[in-house]
């Protein structure tokens, strides 16, 4: 299983980036897969989630309104488009799947968890 984020870097205040994560090893279809983040000293944080089989998505609080979560079944990846960022949204994200039996989004970032892609915000 592999779940490889790419996309990260630097951006300012106000600015965009977008964040992919290609997966392999499972069936894509029958996984929620989403984003968490975490910052130094900071606890993990849930960023998005999306469900493949039905395209419902979650966000947390904090992302609401600014980020935008996507997926693309015929490659087997997921996109987070994160608008009018800010400096507390700096850390780093990892993108995680867990097989989909009927909950949601609710427990993604128990599964399978890849490396992850660093966000800088400057102010």
């Known amino acids: 299983v592999q779940l490889q984020a790419s996309g990260g870097g630097l951006a300012q205040t106000g600015g965009s980036l977008r964040l992919s994560c290609a997966t392999s090893?499972?069936?894509?279809?029958?996984?929620?897969i989403g984003w968490y983040r975490q910052a130094p000293g900071k606890e993990r944080e849930g960023v998005s989630c999306?469900?493949?089989?039905?395209?419902?998505?979650w966000y947390g609080d904090s992302v609401k309104g600014r980020f935008a979560i996507s997926k693309d079944s015929s490659k087997n990846t997921i996109y987070l488009e994160m608008n009018n960022l800010q400096p507390e949204d700096t850390a780093v994200y990892h993108c995680?799947?867990?097989?989909?039996?009927?909950?949601?989004?609710?427990?993604?970032?128990?599964?399978?968890r890849g490396q992850g892609t660093l966000v800088t915000v400057s102010s």
């Open positions: 995680a799947a867990d097989a989909d039996y009927g909950l949601g989004c609710k427990d993604f970032m128990t599964g399978y």
């Open positions: 999306i469900l493949i089989r039905d395209g419902s998505t």
């Open positions: 090893g499972f069936t894509f279809n029958r996984y929620a």
